[in-house]
């Protein structure tokens, strides 16, 4: 991360990054009306690898005790059930070595041979050289592993050579090859100016040695943050643990660069530790794949091996000031966990909200084939839009009037900025409004365009935050095209709504939208939801489920 944006919020190393204080904090509503209630997020202060062990979820993140802006960075931990509840526990690492006293920063966690779990973590240096550190728990018979041990050996890995001494952190979670070692990638730039995932082999976990070849490299980037290299099914949605050798599987391997998340599929022969990337590699183009392609950065997957699936947690930032964060006490939070799985094309990645979140579920508004011509306006009754988890899905008939674009070299951001949701197409703008005030003068708009292309129709989803708030706080304007047929199949839209955020699934999960928001109207009971087409041509929303929400419970452990 550049230095420059270090005093903002230093998104460095914060692959999957977010504060907790462990103190009970009674703050009502109405004065903290942008709390969220069922998204993980910091009881106070500042908001990096998670792991099942044992039974138990265990949510490692980066963590200032002393504040809501960074600083004092350490390693708080929770721990929950079911991934939807947790207990705050004290922090499992604190900044106070030679090796860390200037943070202990992002990293993973490693369960060696099913039964040894160990923490790798950057540690920022007085010099500020990053280096590469190990953590393990002081007594595995605990089943929280509350306590946890720094290594005598640290720092064990340092940059040398061509490595950037400021550019070389976030271990990844390890794997282990057919030749029994096991296997890590970091992420740098080495000096001649290459963004790189370095690999690093060791036959203990504790001490690592440097390959010769890095797994993969680009010198049309900037530096890469937050490397995650993962199996992934090619014939079902179940989850792969990470050393998994086998058939009828390809590999991600997912950087963090340019503000967002970027991934790329390919074939990863792990005896001679090659990976052939098979859609587009990595640049700084913005119609790439990515995880999210709203405010979502610095994440990390785990596999999953009580549910067999591999689960992804995203940290989404504030979208207003510091001195917001500083009046308010806390800054971030964290995405609702997903499952995240190959589409059946095996072109992208899919993601869904893990099923957990059903339990949260309350109060049901259900709509069936309900027509909507050109300018209609329809609320959601009942639904509380403050706190809700809405599923619509839309269908077309005939599209031999859609309008036509240049679909292969167009930006989805840049589309929906030109196509708002006061510009009235053919066929849309069409999708839901949410967080909306009575007389609309506030609300986020979440909807989809369909147009032409040269060779296919073409399914833009946008996420408009322009009219979120009266007071001009983030005004951004998110897109992405989904790889659906129109013609053949619906257009779905689910958002988890949470008083200030708005995660979007499109094509159930094929792209992925999140915004921040901040209403001044439109909060608690003076939420609303509404369901819309502001295009010219009628479109049948064939089905809406919306739920209320009920509130998570994130409670420190007494």
Wanted: aromatic residues 12%; proline residues 5%; neutral net charge.
């Amino acid at each position: 991360m550049r230095v420059k944006e270090m005093a903002k919020g230093w998104l460095l190393s914060f692959c999957f990054l977010l504060v907790v204080n462990c103190v009970r904090v009674h703050a009502s509503e109405d004065l903290q009306p942008y709390r969220t209630a069922f998204h993980f997020q910091p009881l106070k202060n500042w908001m990096n690898g998670p792991m099942y062990f044992n039974g138990v979820y265990h949510l490692f993140y980066q963590y200032n005790p002393f504040g809501p802006l960074w600083g004092n960075i350490s390693w708080g931990h929770s721990i929950s059930h079911d991934l939807v509840n947790w207990f705050i526990l004290e922090p499992a690492l604190s900044p106070k070595e030679p090796y860390d006293v200037g943070g202990c920063l992002s990293g993973s966690t490693t369960i060696l041979h099913g039964s040894k779990p160990i923490i790798l973590y950057t540690g920022l240096e007085l010099n500020n050289s990053q280096v590469q550190n190990l953590a393990y728990p002081k007594n595995l018979s605990d089943p929280l592993l509350k306590d946890w041990v720094k290594w005598s050996g640290n720092p064990i890995l340092t940059p040398v050579n061509d490595i950037n001494l400021t550019q070389f952190r976030d271990p990844s979670t390890a794997w282990m090859g057919p030749d029994g070692k096991w296997r890590i990638v970091i992420g740098s730039e080495i000096i001649k100016g290459q963004a790189t995932a370095l690999l690093y082999y060791s036959t203990d976990g504790f001490n690592w040695t440097r390959s010769d070849k890095p797994l993969h490299f680009s010198s049309k980037t900037n530096m890469w943050e937050c490397p995650d290299f993962y199996p992934v099914s090619t014939i079902g949605k179940d989850g792969i643990d990470t050393s998994f050798q086998g058939n009828n599987t390809m590999h991600v391997l997912k950087v963090s660069f340019n503000s967002h998340e970027y991934y790329v599929i390919g074939t990863y022969d792990p005896k001679i530790d090659q990976f052939l990337v098979v859609n587009n590699d990595f640049s700084v183009s913005t119609t790439q794949f990515r995880y999210d392609y709203g405010r979502f950065y610095a994440s990390k997957s785990f596999y999953d091996s009580a549910k067999k699936r591999r689960v992804l947690w995203g940290w989404v930032n504030e979208g207003d000031l510091d001195l917001d964060d500083v009046k308010r006490g806390w800054s971030g939070l964290q995405s609702f966990p997903r499952s995240i799985w190959l589409s059946d094309t095996r072109k992208q990645l899919v993601q869904w909200p893990v099923d957990e979140i059903k339990k949260l579920r309350a109060k049901q508004v259900n709509m069936e084939n309900v027509e909507l011509k050109g300018g209609s306006l329809l609320e959601v009754p009942g639904i509380s839009g403050s706190q809700a988890d809405i599923e619509v899905a839309f269908s077309l008939s005939n599209l031999s009037d859609a309008e036509i674009i240049n679909s292969n070299t167009s930006d989805p951001e840049s589309l929906c900025e030109q196509n708002n949701v006061f510009m009235s197409g053919r066929f849309g703008p069409f999708g839901v409004l949410v967080l909306a005030s009575k007389n609309l003068t506030e609300h986020t708009a979440v909807f989809f365009r369909v147009f032409k292309g040269p060779n296919k129709f073409q399914v833009l989803m946008c996420s408009d935050q322009r009219r979120s708030s009266m007071e001009v706080v983030d005004n951004s304007t998110y897109g992405a095209f989904l790889d659906l047929d129109p013609l053949h199949e619906k257009i779905s839209l689910r958002s988890l709504v949470d008083h200030s955020i708005v995660e979007s699934f499109g094509g159930e999960g094929l792209a992925c939208i999140t915004a921040r928001v901040y209403p001044k109207l439109a909060i608690n009971e003076h939420a609303k939801v509404y369901v819309f087409n502001n295009g010219s041509k009628g479109v049948t929303m064939s089905s809406l489920n919306a739920w209320n929400m009920n509130k998570a419970q994130i409670v420190p452990m007494d």
